[in-house]
């Protein structure tokens, strides 16, 4: 975590110089473009059209590509510093109602569910007692992706299903008829910023490597059961009961 922090610093600085200059660049650019286009004017012969193609097509587009991947690095460092900081911070324990808790959260993306043609389908939930803001955004990352990753064409169904299991454990499972995932992912998939199959939705690989650092740090684990065009499986595995020390972590 510590050095997550230090690196994401380190990182921003030189970043934003970079940011900074290409905006100067930019104004530069639109200052010359003014110019040769008086020039343009008065004498057209004197200004040649290489030129011309550089300052209205080569460099805007340049600086487009700097502006893009500067916009992803700095993406990339917030991520970083939001798994740093979510490991920093004091779990607590409540009796969660886990099925409002999905109906809630089904609720927030009814519209990108039904713009996509799909449905959530929530079934009555084991309780569990566990921290409310990590299990939220675990489930909240798992419904999101499963709605992004539903196929097009394919009227789409996401099921949230949960069973206890013995020794004091319960399984929750978010099972989709989307796009599936490819076997060589399966693990992958789970890593920071690796991304499986066609690369035409927005994110930056982080949402599932927090899912299975915020399981684990909750005393639990998450799974996958995929096939390629058919859909995923997510299963999450947690205590029902999440026992803290007198610090807020997790009691072993």
């Known amino acids: 975590q510590r050095f997550a922090y230090i690196v994401s610093h380190d990182l921003r600085s030189p970043l934003v110089n970079v940011m900074g200059y290409t905006a100067e660049l930019e104004q530069a650019g639109r200052i010359i473009d003014r110019q040769m286009t008086k020039v343009e004017t008065v004498v057209p012969d004197l200004v040649e059209s290489d030129a011309l193609a550089a300052v209205r097509e080569d460099i805007p587009e340049a600086i487009g590509f700097i502006r893009a991947s500067t916009e992803k690095m700095d993406r990339l460092i917030n991520a970083i510093l939001k798994l740093s900081r979510e490991g920093r911070r004091n779990l607590s324990s409540e009796t969660l109602d886990m099925t409002t808790m999905l109906e809630k959260i089904a609720a927030s993306v009814h519209h990108q569910t039904e713009s996509a043609g799909g449905e959530i389908v929530v079934d009555t939930l ?53 796009r599936g995932i490819a076997p060589r992912d399966h693990e992958r998939i789970f890593d920071l910023f690796r991304r499986a199959g066609r690369q ?50 997790l009691n072993e």
């Open 200 to 249: 035409d939705q927005k994110g930056e690989g982080l949402g599932l490597a927090f899912v299975r650092n915020s399981a684990r740090r909750l005393g639990g684990d998450i799974s996958v059961e995929s096939t390629l065009g058919e859909g995923s499986t997510f299963r999450l595995k947690l205590p029902k009961r999440l026992t803290l020390d007198e610090t807020g972590g």
């Open 126 to 178: 084991p309780v569990i007692d566990s921290d409310r803001l990590s299990v939220e955004q675990v489930m909240g990352n798992l419904i999101d992706n499963a709605v992004k990753y539903l196929e097009p064409g394919r009227p789409g169904r996401i099921v949230v299903s949960g069973r206890d299991l013995p020794q004091g454990w319960v399984e929750y499972s978010i099972a989709d008829n989307g």
